[in-house]
């Protein structure tokens, strides 16, 4: 024990000396978090809240055009423009605008839209009920021929697809309720029924979203339940840099040598290594921790909720430390100049957090990346956070990513190891 607290000893003296980059260590993943918070909190905020103009050409002027219209205005997230400089929009200017960069989206009603709607879906119901004898029309009457319409959409090609895809839907939409009311009306009108509905418009199928409870309180995912465990664990796994350096730094100095030649394990090295940079690890997930509690809200975010939850995350934390360790301790035995080990550290670090969903969701990914995605410790560790966070899940269901993530420490630090004796008998 003595040894072993020795070893702990002479890591605190080794940070302790470079006190900045102790200092970064724990402010700049503070810093981190918050920023990245606010910018996307923001930007749901803005999509969620702000309006966004939209330009709307009206070549139709008849039902559709101004139920669209209606419809757009309702949402509450978009704001329709049919003038510019005083004058109705024609296509030209409108396309132009869009492609200039100055408004994310125009459509284009086109002309008799309405009117070519209801010829249409008259001249199919009357067929049909012509069909059943219950038409006056005659069959031998001439069908007349009319063409399909096109609702054109011009976006900035700067637009996002979930944007574009998000306006599809919701014009689709809309044009197939205004079909569907209008072949009713039109049925309605062929049966000779003038006063009152005869077939009911109220949509029969509703979409309700039922989220998890804790505690009968319901738990609704926002940008700071989303973003602490992420970039905590960004923090956590970038002890990997100034880890791997003390290790490096200690064989170059001649320090290494000096311990070896005590008799001194390096398991013993290593462990005392462990414990100290685990402590770190854990000094700033609780900063992290009362950022998300106390700091948040005075920036107008929601407060993080740890009720219930705080040991289970102090948990996942650990060995999400423990990995993150094992992995600096592996690449500072591997490596034999700073120069091989920090930038590799640090490029290593960013590519784990977007393999593993830090940066993109898992789901957004290409398949084969979704398949990747499963070898990186910080989608063990993120996914742990947020079956605690956000599913109200036990230790049994988290018990999986955590057996992983211990596991990956054990081996890494196996190897590097075996790796040192071998080098050393050599």
Same mark, same amino acid.
């Given at each position: 024990?003595?040894?072993?607290?020795?070893?702990?000893?002479?890591?605190?003296?080794?940070?302790?000396?470079?006190?900045?980059?102790?200092?970064?260590? &724990?402010?700049?993943?503070?810093?981190?978090?918050?920023?990245?918070?606010?910018?996307?909190?923001?930007?749901?905020?803005?999509?969620?809240?702000?309006?966004?103009?939209?330009?709307?050409?009206?070549?139709?002027?008849?039902?559709?055009?101004?139920?669209?219209?209606?419809?757009?205005?309702?949402?509450?997230?978009?704001?329709?423009?049919?003038?510019?400089?005083?004058?109705?929009?024609?296509?030209?200017?409108?396309?132009?605008?869009?492609?200039?960069?100055?408004?994310?989206?125009?459509?284009?009603?086109?002309?008799?839209?309405?009117?070519?709607?209801?010829?249409?879906?008259?001249?199919?119901?009357?067929?049909?009920?012509?069909?059943?004898?219950?038409?006056?029309?005659?069959?031998?009457?001439?069908?007349?021929?009319?063409?399909?319409?096109?609702?054109?959409?011009? &976006?900035?090609?700067?637009?996002?697809?979930?944007?574009?895809?998000?306006?599809?839907?919701?014009?689709?939409?809309?044009?197939?309720?205004?079909?569907?009311?209008?072949?009713?009306?039109?049925?309605?009108?062929?049966?000779?029924?003038?006063?009152?509905?005869?077939?009911?418009?109220?949509?029969?199928?509703?979409?309700?979203?039922?989220?998890?409870?804790?505690?009968?309180?319901?738990?609704?995912?926002?940008?700071?339940?989303?973003?602490?465990?992420?970039?905590?664990?960004?923090?956590?796994?970038?002890?990997?840099?100034?880890?791997?350096?003390?290790?490096?730094?200690?064989?170059?100095?001649?320090?290494?040598?000096?311990?070896?030649?005590?008799?001194?394990?390096?398991?013993?090295?290593?462990?005392?290594?462990?414990?100290?940079?685990?402590?770190?690890?854990?000094?700033? &997930?609780?900063?992290?921790?009362?950022?998300?509690?106390?700091?948040?809200?005075?920036?107008?975010?929601?407060?993080?909720?740890?009720?219930?939850?705080?040991?289970?995350?102090?948990?996942?934390?650990?060995?999400?430390?423990?990995?993150?360790?094992?992995?600096?301790?592996?690449?500072?035995?591997?490596?034999?100049?700073?120069?091989?080990?920090?930038?590799?550290?640090?490029?290593?670090?960013?590519?784990?957090?977007?393999?593993?969903?830090?940066?993109?969701?898992?789901?957004?990914?290409?398949?084969?990346?979704?398949?990747?995605?499963?070898?990186?410790?910080?989608?063990?560790?993120?996914?742990?956070?947020?079956?605690?966070?956000?599913?109200?899940?036990?230790?049994?269901?988290?018990?999986?990513?955590?057996?992983?993530?211990?596991?990956?420490?054990?081996?890494?630090?196996?190897?590097?190891?075996?790796?040192?004796?071998?080098?050393?008998?050599?």
């Amino acid at each position: 024990m003595h040894k072993l607290w020795m070893s702990i000893y002479k890591e605190m003296i080794l940070l302790k000396r470079d006190f900045g980059g102790l200092v970064i260590l &724990f402010v700049m993943p503070l810093v981190l978090i918050i920023t990245i918070t606010l910018i996307q909190d923001g930007a749901f905020k803005t999509v969620s809240d702000a309006k966004i103009p939209v330009l709307l050409v009206d070549q139709d002027n008849g039902n559709i055009s101004k139920t669209i219209i209606e419809n757009l205005n309702k949402s509450g997230s978009l704001e329709v423009i049919t003038t510019s400089e005083g004058k109705a929009l024609t296509e030209n200017k409108a396309k132009d605008l869009v492609f200039a960069g100055k408004y994310q989206l125009a459509i284009v009603v086109p002309a008799k839209l309405s009117t070519d709607l209801e010829a249409k879906v008259n001249q199919n119901v009357e067929k049909i009920m012509s069909s059943f004898g219950m038409s006056e029309e005659t069959s031998t009457q001439k069908v007349q021929n009319i063409a399909s319409k096109e609702i054109k959409l011009y &976006f900035d090609p700067a637009t996002q697809v979930s944007f574009k895809n998000g306006i599809k839907n919701a014009i689709d939409k809309m044009v197939a309720t205004i079909e569907n009311k209008t072949i009713y009306a039109s049925f309605q009108e062929q049966m000779g029924e003038t006063e009152g509905e005869l077939f009911e418009q109220k949509s029969f199928i509703n979409y309700k979203e039922i989220v998890p409870k804790i505690d009968d309180k319901e738990v609704i995912p926002n940008s700071v339940q989303h973003n602490v465990p992420a970039w905590t664990l960004f923090a956590i796994f970038f002890i990997i840099v100034p880890l791997s350096i003390n290790i490096v730094k200690e064989k170059s100095q001649g320090t290494f040598i000096r311990l070896i030649t005590n008799p001194v394990s390096y398991s013993t090295v290593v462990l005392g290594k462990t414990i100290t940079y685990l402590l770190i690890c854990l000094i700033q &997930f609780w900063l992290m921790m009362l950022v998300g509690l106390f700091v948040f809200p005075y920036l107008g975010l929601p407060q993080l909720d740890i009720n219930g939850r705080f040991l289970l995350m102090n948990l996942v934390a650990i060995c999400a430390g423990l990995a993150a360790i094992g992995l600096g301790i592996l690449l500072g035995t591997i490596a034999t100049t700073q120069e091989q080990s920090a930038p590799f550290g640090a490029t290593s670090v960013v590519i784990l957090a977007a393999v593993g969903g830090v940066w993109v969701p898992v789901f957004a990914m290409p398949k084969i990346m979704q398949y990747i995605s499963h070898i990186s410790p910080m989608n063990w560790g993120l996914n742990a956070f947020y079956d605690v966070l956000l599913r109200n899940a036990n230790v049994t269901t988290i018990l999986p990513n955590l057996f992983l993530l211990v596991l990956f420490f054990v081996l890494t630090i196996t190897i590097a190891i075996t790796y040192d004796k071998k080098k050393r008998a050599v």
